[in-house]
């Protein structure tokens, strides 16, 4: 520096070559400390010799910087903002540019970290979404290939009503808003009505005589205990798959989200230190403590790692949903085997016509004959069962396999990731005498801070406001809890209806405003507050006649929500 010539060429020039001891008593006392002082500093720093910029001229470079705005040599530091105020090859312009290119590149790291996260829930989304989607077209398919020949016109005058069956499924996996039991209940109750009047086309059959028939359909059973074991295990299969599916697309779409989230001011100046200003130090080959590292990180992911109880709950009820996939319940065979379910309930209508049609003539009266002769031909074909083609399930169990595995290994996805980027893409393997701890090369001595933003206050690298969580991780801690609560309904067999979704595809809209999210949970719990009410106020078990009549319910037809009530 320019003291330190100052002193050097002074003592030179009166003491010759014994040097500032030898005559110290001719010296003020203030001049003597400010020798030392400057000449101490220069020999810190690389004796008499400033040391030379060169290997940080090739890093700036390499950065996609001018080399010319290097120093040849270091140069005093007080001009230093971020990185410590001793000699450095690093001007201001250098370090701000350091600045925003730790920034990008942490940045990157990050997405970079999460981009696996991503691509493998996207993965197991579309293999379990294509399976089962692929289930229920082979279900549907094997329907119309073989109904036409088994049951003619039964078949052939009736193709939407189980074109609206599959339609109501499909759509219920998709996410639309549909209570599935209700349109289970209607599917069976237009096929009784539609095989009924194929069965006795000799007979007028008025609206009145009709719902009297569906009515006591309930104690005759035309279709067996078809109806009822289907209902049972098709909504808890369906309410299983969906909200699974669902599930991963959400864990999908929070981690996206997530690794969005800008870095604060102050992270990006801990990170700068963290990273490049032992460079400027002229210590590049010396790389930052790991524990120096992790603070900083701790403190810079403070807000993502505050997802880490949420997202451990997705996590473990995923899990559980999954195992819903095996079983007696199996979901596989519930889902590719509709089709013959629906054939043995036909079935046994069609052994049982005569002793059906008796006891609805004997609930409900005679009809009367019809006077014009009827154009339907009444074929009594010889049923022959259909062979059901069960799924692989290994495909299943594989499936299953896979995701637990996979699921597993990002549980803790939020409060590794300072460790993880530690330990692969900053520190590395280093030793723990000999690394930067933001001075110096040297021990970092103070301690690691915890997970979260609470743990952050005493935070020595990164100043943290732990009264200002980021609103786009609290939006998306309140999607997890969402998805969460659906999911253990999954496992009971409870459906909770929430808006229309389709996940994959959606990008759930955090960013607008955390009212939304809060909307649908009262909404969610209103709704669910009004069920319970109605189940306590209904009878215990309901005819299809009455069922039909709730469906009413959302209609202006008073009398129809008369009679429900």
């Keep these: ?320 949903v999954a195992e819903r996939f095996d079983g007696p319940s199996n979901v596989e065979t519930v889902i590719g085997t509709i089709h013959t379910k629906i054939a043995e309930a036909i079935s046994n209508m069609q052994e049982n016509r005569e002793s059906i049609t008796t006891k609805v003539f004997q609930g409900c009266g005679n009809p009367k004959l019809n006077t014009k002769p009827s154009n339907v031909e009444d074929k009594r074909r010889r049923v022959k069962s259909i062979s059901e083609d069960k799924p692989s399930v290994l495909g299943l169990e594989k499936l299953v396999s896979d995701v637990k595995g996979k699921l597993k290994d990002v549980r803790d996805l939020w409060v590794s990731l300072p460790v993880t980027l530690c330990n692969d893409k900053i520190s590395g393997s280093v030793n723990e005498e000999k690394c930067w701890n933001g001075m110096t090369r040297g021990r970092y001595l103070p301690d690691v801070m915890g997970d979260g933003l609470a743990n952050q206050i005493n935070n020595p690298e990164v100043e943290v406001d732990i009264t200002k969580p980021d609103m786009t991780i609290r939006q998306q801690i309140m999607q997890l809890k969402i998805m969460t609560n659906r999911l253990r309904n999954a496992y009971k067999g409870n459906d909770v209806d929430f808006q229309d979704t389709n996940v994959l595809d959606m990008g759930i809209d955090t960013e607008n405003s955390l009212l939304v999210v809060m909307t649908s949970v009262a909404l969610a719990v209103v709704m669910a507050v009004l069920t319970m009410s109605v189940s306590k106020n209904s009878p215990r078990a309901l005819a299809p006649g009455s069922q039909r009549r709730i469906l009413c319910l959302s209609c202006q037809d008073k009398a129809s929500v008369e009679i429900a009530a």
């Design 1 to 320: 520096s320019g003291s330190a010539r100052l002193c050097r060429g002074r003592l030179q020039g009166l003491v010759g070559s014994r040097g500032c001891a030898a005559r110290m008593p001719f010296f003020s006392w203030g001049f003597w400390l400010l020798c030392v002082a400057a000449s101490a500093s220069a020999r810190s720093d690389g004796g008499n010799k400033p040391k030379s910029c060169s290997e940080l001229r090739q890093l700036y470079g390499a950065k996609g910087f001018s080399p010319s705005g290097v120093p040849q040599a270091e140069i005093s530091g007080e001009h230093l903002r971020i990185c410590p105020q001793g000699y450095t090859c690093c001007t201001s312009e250098m370090e701000e540019n350091f600045a925003n290119k730790s920034r990008t590149e942490f940045e990157g790291m990050l997405k970079e970290a999460t981009r696996s996260v991503q691509i493998n829930l996207t993965s197991q989304y579309k293999s379990f979404d294509g399976y089962f989607q692929d289930l229920l077209n082979k279900s549907e398919k094997a329907l119309y290939d073989t109904f036409p020949g088994m049951y003619g016109d039964l078949y052939n005058q009736n193709v939407k009503v189980f074109k609206d069956l599959y339609s109501d499924l499909r759509r219920y996996y998709r996410g639309a808003n549909i209570n599935l039991e209700e349109a289970l209940n209607e599917f069976w109750i237009h096929l009784l009505e539609r095989l009924f009047k194929l069965m006795n086309p000799q007979y007028h059959l008025t609206e009145d005589y009709v719902e009297c028939m569906v009515k006591h359909s309930e104690h005759h059973k035309p279709f067996g205990e078809v109806p009822r074991e289907l209902k049972l295990k098709a909504t808890r299969a369906f309410i299983a798959v969906r909200s699974f599916v669902q599930g991963l697309g959400v864990g999908n779409d929070v981690v996206k989200k997530v690794s969005q989230v800008p870095l604060s001011p102050y992270c990006t100046r801990a990170i700068m230190k963290l990273v490049y200003c032992s460079h400027c130090r002229g210590m590049s080959n010396v790389k930052p403590c790991n524990s120096y590292c992790r603070n900083v990180l701790k403190g810079c992911l403070a807000n993502q790692a505050d997802l880490d109880p949420e997202w451990r709950n997705l996590i473990d009820s995923l899990l559980l």
